[in-house]
Structure formats: structure tokens, C-alpha cells
């Protein structure tokens, strides 16, 4: 880690955060789906049984630092009853940005790049239908741990939660992409204010390729 005693004077806002990767992302699948969009499909997708493969990409903004947190997440699961889903993940993930220390008069900004593995699961409900497009909402939670201490003064081992929203768009009966937001949160669990406790909190966005097998 980097100490630097200079503060810019410039934060970025939260939504202003949003990296060029994660609209790349979006951009990629949304033209995939146009491409390969099937006029009529299935609704056998949200029945019961059947296993659900994803692969997807998440970040992260910090709402009160310039922290962000990037995820690569593949995941694997089951329709666990009608329109309702649940899965495992693997994340990988990385964090990047600054992290301000200490009193407003003797304050420093430290540099946190590291990497982390975790493991997560989430629970997906497809509650409202339109058209070839579902809402759904999303309970998950988790754990990270990450080859330094995240965010500085924590842990490396942390508990994350996911809690969100999003749209489901389908290529055909079996394909679909998934484009949402969520409410990010990692501490290690020792309570609110707790000096190795700092937490993260931030806004959570998220893109993804989901498959069902038979």
C-alpha cells in the first residue's frame, strides 16, 4: 500500500464511477441479444428443475470513498420453484482506489489495489413478466477474502450481501441477459463502529449470461 498526504479536491460521484468495462459489457451483450433474439420463446425457463449456469461481471462504487470493487462471477444453480432461483458463485474479485485515514486535520489517503476469492450464494425471484422481459429480485450474500486487509485497518476475511434488483431480457427459451443493480456490502461481522470493522458499502452494478439446462 501507498501513503499519500495529499487529499484531491475533486470526488468523483458514485454514478460518475461507472468504469468503460462495465459499459463494454453491457454494450456486448445487449448487441448479442439483438443479433440472436428470437421472436417467440418459451416460458419453460422459470419452471421448476432444471439447472441455471451465469457468468458475469459486477463493480462496485464506494458511496463515501473512491474505493470500487471489480467481480468476475460464474455461478451455478437450480430453479428451485416457479420463477424462483437459487445459485452458488465463484467471485474473483479486485478492489482499486483511495481510502482517507485518520482526523480532518491529520488525514492521509491510502491506496488499496488487492485481489480476492469468495464464494456466494443468491436467490433470484422473477416476480413481474413483460413481454420477453422479467423483474426480478435478488437476496444473496457471502464471503471474500482478499491477500491484504480490505478496507485498511480491517480483515482479510469479510461477509459480503448483494441485496437487488434487475431485468431479465431473453435470446430464446434456454439463453438470457441480465442487467441490474444492487446494494453492496462487506464487513467482517465484529459491529457497527468496531475499530477493525471499517466496512464497505456502495452501489453495486452488475451484468450477465444466463443458461438453462434441462
Known sequence: MQLNKTIPKNERDTIQKIPKQ?????TFLISFHVTNAQHNYSSDFYEKGGKIFSLGFEHVSGFDSS???????AGYGSMLLKNLT???????????????VGTSENSAKIKQENFGLGTSFLLRWYSLHLGKMKIFI???GGILYT?????????????TARPGLGLAIHFNENKQIVLGI?????SNGLGYNHPTNPAFDGLG??????LRKK
Open 67 to 73: 474505493l470500487e470493487c471489480y467481480s468476475l462471477r
Open 138 to 140: 435478488d437476496v444473496g
Open 182 to 186: 444492487n446494494r453492496f456490502h462487506l
Open 205 to 210: 452494478l452488475f451484468a450477465s449470461l444466463v
Open 22 to 26: 462495465f459499459l463494454f459489457v453491457i
Open 147 to 159: 491477500f491484504e486487509r480490505f478496507p485498511n485497518q480491517g480483515t482479510k476475511l469479510n461477509f
Open 86 to 100: 437459487i445459485s452458488s458463485f465463484v467471485d474473483l474479485s479486485k478492489t482499486n482506489g483511495f481510502q482517507v
